[in-house]
C-alpha cells in the first residue's frame, strides 16, 4: 500500500516536472464546502427539490481515518435544514437507492423526513432507483408518493441482528477470553462465546418488537391489506411489479414521471425549477448525479476512500438491512 501511494505521488512529481500537465494535488476530498444550490432545468420561482439518498444508511462517518465523509443522516439532514429556510421549495424529491442501514439511522432519517414535510408543507416524491430496500424503503414511508424503476428492488420489511463469532478463530490460535460481569447477561452477544438459549430467547423478542414497528408503519402508511401486511413480514424482497401489486408503491416509471407526478402534487407549472444542492459544481450536471462533491480534474488524489466507503461498517447491531445490497 506505502508503494502504491508513493509510485502515485511520484508520478505526479514528474509530469509536473516535464511541464506536460500541473495537476492539483489534494489529499482531501472537497467534503467540507458549504452547500450551494444549482439549477438542473426548468425555470419559475417555484422550485422542486432534489435529494440523493445513497448507500448504507448510517449517523457515522465513513471513509479512511484521515479522510472522513458525512453519514447518510448528515448529508441528507444538512439538506433538509437548508431547504427549510427556503420557502419557494413547493416539492422534495427523494432519490433513494439504498439497502438499508442501521435500524436507529434509518428511524433518524425517517423522522427528519416526515418533520420536514409536515413543517414546510411540501409535497414528498420518492423515486426508487436501483434498491430501495429495508432501510431504503423505511426512510420512503413519509412520502405522498412512491414511484420505482422497473428494475427496482424493494421490500425486505424485517430485521436483521448482526453479530461477529469469531469462537472458532480463538481455537484454532489458542486464545481465550476471560470476562468478568456485574449480571448475567452482561455480555449478551458477545463474539467470544455462543449465546445461552435465553439469551437468544431474549434477542428474538427485541426483534420481533423492531420488525413489528416497521412493518405496523408500513402497513399505516401505505394502508396494506392483511394478505398483502402478511406477504411482507416474510422479509422478501420484491421487484417493482409485486411491490405496485401488494401497495408498496404507487407507480413504476422514471426521474422524468417523478417530476411530472412532484409538478402535479404542488401544483407548479410543467417544465417547473428543479434544484439540487451541492458542494462543487458539475459541468453537464444532471437529475441522475447523485454526488455533492467532488475533486476537481485534473487531480491527483493521495487517498482514495471510494474502497472504504463500498464495505459498511458490520458492527454488531440491529439493521434494517437487505445484506446482499450491502456492499454495493
Known sequence: MRRSLF???????????????????????????????????????????????????????????????????????????????????????????????????????????????????????????????????????????????PTTITGSVGVLFLRPNVTGLMGKIGLEIEVDKSG????????????????????????????GRFQGLAANRRHLSDAARKEIASGRIFLADDALRLGLIDRIGYVEDAISEAEKLAGLPKDAKVVVYRRTEYNNDNIYNTATARQETPQISLLDSGLAEAIPPMLSGFYYLWLPGGCE
Do not use: W
Not at 409535497?123 to 420505482?148: R, T
Not at 448475567?184 to 420481533?208: C, G, H, T, V, Y
Open 7 to 149: 509510485a502515485l505521488f511520484l508520478a505526479g512529481c514528474l509530469f509536473c516536472a516535464s511541464g506536460c500537465i500541473k495537476p492539483k494535488i489534494s489529499i482531501f476530498p472537497e467534503h467540507t464546502e458549504p452547500l450551494k444550490e444549482y439549477t438542473l432545468q426548468g425555470k419559475g420561482d417555484k422550485k422542486i427539490l432534489v435529494i440523493p439518498v445513497k448507500g448504507f444508511i448510517s449517523e457515522d462517518t465513513r471513509g479512511l481515518p484521515l479522510m472522513r465523509r458525512s453519514g447518510a443522516v448528515q448529508e441528507v439532514v444538512a439538506q433538509l435544514r437548508k431547504a427549510e429556510k427556503d420557502k419557494d421549495i413547493k416539492a422534495l424529491i427523494l432519490e433513494v437507492d439504498s439497502p438499508g442501514g442501521s435500524v436507529t439511522a434509518s428511524d433518524m432519517l425517517y423522522h427528519e423526513i416526515t418533520r420536514y414535510r409536515e413543517c414546510s408543507g411540501a409535497k414528498l416524491v420518492v423515486m426508487m432507483m436501483s434498491v430501495a430496500a429495508s432501510g431504503g424503503y423505511y426512510i420512503s414511508l413519509p412520502a405522498d408518493f412512491i414511484m420505482a424503476h
Open 184 to 211: 448475567q447477561n452482561k455480555d449478551m452477544a458477545s463474539p467470544f462465546r455462543k449465546p445461552s438459549a435465553e439469551e437468544r430467547q431474549m434477542l428474538k423478542s427485541i426483534i420481533d418488537e423492531m420488525a
